[in-house]
């Protein structure tokens, strides 16, 4: 795919090749996400930051991004303060807002919404998230999380084993991933999940005919001892139409030390987009795992910093020139210690 220029609203316009060279971008930028260097390469640009729903990483994450190159962040979050309740449509606030940005970030509880946002804007739009459908730049940091923990362990992604738990019928983060696994060979899919909230069959039959080999379980603890990585999410309660709906399924698949320990092979990683739901009649992800090495939670967002730098970086068409107008940093940096 061309980058320059391009919205980013699904895993589907990407291409093995587009994905390994995001990554190789991705790694040149891990010398300014650590404060190692500082560069003004995108000086002047601005990203207008739309969330019309709940985010703090995703949100935060691509205004850091925005701002470690050198750019500037507008804010829009919620309904309220935007003029859309005043019955404005999505396609003027486009036409409206990309004159002042040169690139929008945008979350919008509608599936289908951004792509709508995107066909009236003059400028470059990136999917923070669309109601249930997709949030690709989650899909494509947790891919890269993945090849790097695997990395560490001499393998690549093709091979892989991965259980998805949780709410796999609402959970846009694994409706993308589903997608991008796709590109890869030999790879095999546990999807843990209550039957009423399994992976849209769309996507598992698209897994299959990508020649996945994918099952389908109920059951977390004898689901979870041959894979190389856990994937566990959150019910999406904001998905549902009462809280007691979703309230049936919270706490259904609770993943702590001890089960770990039983179940799973050793060494196993164990991913999650965030929030864990940490409340106790969901504890999806208990804390005692936070002490376990393989736990890359925190390394997962860590990760969407590069992989957010790289998407701004190749869509704005300063790969080349990110170190050219670098410099060292002149404050005292923590994480170098
Ligand atoms: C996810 C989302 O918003 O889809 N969060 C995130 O962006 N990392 C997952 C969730 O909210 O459960």
């Not at 389908?216 to 999410?233: F, H, K, M, P, Q």
């Amino acid at each position: 795919m061309n980058f320059t220029g391009a919205h980013i609203l699904s895993i589907s316009q990407f291409q093995r090749s587009d994905v390994e060279y995001l990554f190789t971008v991705a790694n040149q930028m891990e010398p300014y996400a650590l404060r190692k260097r500082v560069t003004r390469v995108l000086e002047g640009a601005i990203l207008g930051n739309m969330f019309f729903e709940p985010s703090t990483r995703t949100r935060v994450s691509f205004g850091s991004a925005f701002n470690l190159l050198g750019g500037e962040v507008r804010e829009t979050a919620g309904f309220e303060s935007s003029a859309l309740v005043k019955g404005e449509s999505l396609q003027d606030t486009a036409r409206v807002l990309s004159g002042f940005s040169d690139v929008i970030c945008m979350r919008h509880p509608q599936a289908g919404s951004v792509a709508d946002f995107a066909s009236a804007s003059r400028v470059p739009v990136m999917n923070g998230g669309d109601g249930a459908n997709e949030h690709p730049t989650q899909a494509l940091l947790d891919l890269y999380t993945i090849a790097r923990e695997l990395k560490g362990k001499g393998r690549g992604i093709d091979g892989l084993r991965i259980a998805m738990i949780g709410d796999l019928r609402h959970g846009r983060t694994v409706h993308s991933l589903s997608k991008l696994l796709c590109l890869y060979s030999n790879i095999q899919v546990i999807l843990i999940s209550p039957r009423e909230l399994a992976l849209p069959e769309d996507i598992v039959e698209q897994m299959r005919a990508a020649g996945l080999a994918v099952t389908v379980s109920e059951e977390l603890n004898s689901s979870i001892a041959n894979v190389d990585i856990v994937y566990s999410t959150r019910i999406q309660e904001e998905r549902f139409t009462t809280k007691e709906e979703a309230d049936l399924y919270r706490g259904k698949f609770r993943l702590n030390q001890a089960i770990y320990t039983q179940y799973c092979e050793p060494n196993t990683v164990i991913m999650h987009p965030l929030p864990r739901d940490s409340r106790s009649d969901a504890n999806e992800l208990d804390s005692d795992l936070d002490s376990n090495p393989n736990l890359a939670i925190f390394r997962q967002t860590d990760n969407g910093l590069l992989i957010r730098m790289a998407l701004f970086a190749l869509v704005l068409d300063v790969v080349g020139k990110v170190d050219q107008y670098s410099h060292d940093v002149r404050w005292y940096n923590s994480r170098q210690n």
